[in-house]
Structures are given as structure tokens and as C-alpha cells.
Nanobody, 117 residues
């Protein structure tokens, strides 16, 4: 079993910044990628950012230029630096660990991000 512990969510004014962290521990076989998703009330969960082994990153168009995903491989931790936050960024943010053919994938418990206007 793998545990994902997220932190860093909270309430921030529009234009502000937050940094989310997600630390993975437990029976990790091999991580091939880690992602951040978000789900706003009444909406489907959407992919925000991905970081693959080797450092390749991808972002949703809505966050490009404002959010940065990074990873500390030694700590099995992924980060999401969120700048220029807007009210539409309000959501529960989840990290997702992918092991591909090496093992099961896992979700974090989610952390609330609320951006006030």
C-alpha cells in the first residue's frame, strides 16, 4: 500500500500564491509519473499538471504560465507552485501517483484551495 499525504491548501486572495506538496510513502514499486488534478463543485475532476520520470512536464491550458509542477525524487514528493491564483482555481486538489505496469496507481486525499475575489 502507498500513502499520499497532501498539504499546502488554504484560502488566498485573487492574485496570490500557494504551494501544494504531496509526499508518497509505503510500498512504492516504481513511479513513472505524478500528477495534480482538481475538482471544483459540480464539475468533473480535471488534470492540472503532470511530471514524468526525467522531468517532462505538461499543463492544462488554463494554468500554463501560472502553475509549476516539480518533484523531489529522493523524497518521493511532488509540488505544485500556484501563482496568480484566480477564483476559478478554487477546487479540491488531488495528487495522483502512477506506477504503470509496475504496480497500482494511487490518489491522495485532496486539499482544498479557495481563492477569493
Amino acid at each position: 500500500q502507498v500513502q499520499l499525504v497532501e498539504s499546502g491548501g488554504g484560502l488566498v486572495q485573487a492574485g496570490g500564491s500557494l504551494r501544494l506538496s504531496c509526499a508518497a510513502s509505503g510500498s512504492i514499486v516504481r513511479i513513472i509519473a505524478m500528477d495534480w488534478y482538481r475538482q471544483a463543485p459540480g464539475k468533473q475532476r480535471e488534470l492540472v499538471a503532470t511530471i514524468k520520470n526525467g522531468g517532462t512536464t505538461n499543463y492544462a491550458d488554463s494554468v500554463k504560465g501560472r502553475f509549476t509542477i516539480s518533484r523531489d525524487n529522493a523524497k518521493n514528493t511532488v509540488y505544485l507552485q500556484m501563482n496568480s491564483l484566480q477564483p476559478e482555481d478554487t477546487a479540491v486538489y488531488y495528487c495522483y501517483l502512477q506506477q504503470g505496469p509496475y504496480g497500482p496507481d494511487y490518489w491522495g486525499q485532496g486539499t482544498q484551495v479557495t481563492v477569493s475575489s
